[in-house]
């Protein structure tokens, strides 16, 4: 189940994922993942893999959960909307979401598999003692189990 | 009543790849119900294993979010949309 996912990312959109991380130390960052998925148009499966999908851009967003924002995130359907929104007039879909994990490894926790949906890359940034760490993404198994690791490939170019 | 239900993008694999289908119904419930009986894979993802609606589901009629009207009683009429907006959540 371990599948062939790919995210294509530029370096310049993946250090400002880095930096929102950062910035936002001790607290998590969250944001959308504006790009293109073939997948999302074409016929097949699910599961179906090996096309790579691409993130454009970002939509930086602030995190909702006051009470919690060291170790959790969440963003509202009224900013999903946005999201898409913003996506929509650059001609591109939300392919995903990142978020950062403070002083913890990028691997999803239990929380966030129960709360992810499929198909979505799930990018995570862990961010230790305020320093960008290694960046990780996931996508969500047809059975809401497990989570598959999607291979992060940093293209180079001028980003977005 | 003929509504259209809005099927996110993370949803639309389970469904045919659509964005939208047509349902007959007179409540937002029966629209969801009548979507999850054309495409029975969205069940899942859309409800609990006890039947409610998973709390990261938000179900939308037109532009108003169905929490503040009658939940998934909420009467629906001819050409109404219905649309399933996920919130997003995580952390460590």
Redesign the interface.
């Known amino acids: 189940m371990a599948g062939n996912f790919q995210l294509w990312i530029s370096h310049e959109l993946s250090e400002r994922i880095r930096r929102h991380g950062a910035e936002t130390f001790p607290h ?1 960052c ?1 944001g959308a993942l504006l790009g293109r998925d073939s ?5 097949g ?2 599961q179906e893999s090996g096309t790579p999908r691409e993130v454009l851009d970002l939509f930086p967003m602030v995190n909702r ?1 006051d009470d ?1 924002p060291g ?7 009224d ?3 946005d999201a898409e929104k913003a996506a929509r007039q650059h001609g591109l ?2 392919v995903g ?1 990142y ?1 950062s ?2 002083d ?2 990028a691997r ?2 239990q ?2 598999r129960e ?6 890359s ?1 990018i995570i940034v862990s961010v230790m003692s305020g320093a960008p760490a290694e960046m990780t993404s996931w996508r969500l198994n ?1 059975d ?1 189990q497990e989570y598959a690791a999607e291979r992060i490939e940093i293209r180079n170019s001028a980003g977005a | 009543m003929a509504v259209k239900v809005i099927i996110p993008t993370p949803l639309r694999v389970y469904a045919a790849k659509k964005d939208s289908a047509e349902v007959s119904a007179q409540t937002v419930g029966e629209a969801l119900g009548g979507l999850t009986a054309q495409f029975s894979e969205l069940r899942k993802h859309l409800f609990t294993d006890d039947g409610k609606l998973r709390s990261f589901v938000n179900v939308y009629l037109n532009d108003e979010d169905i929490r503040y009207m009658a939940k998934e009683a909420t009467p629906v009429k001819d050409g109404d949309v219905v649309s399933i907006v996920p919130s997003i959540a995580g952390g460590n």
């Open positions: 998590e969250c997948t999302a148009v074409e016929s499966n699910s959960r919690s170790n959790r995130f969440a963003v509202t359907a900013d999903v909307r879909e939300v979401w978020h994990h403070p913890h490894p999803p926790s929380f966030d709360h992810a949906w499929p198909w979505y799930y047809d809401r």
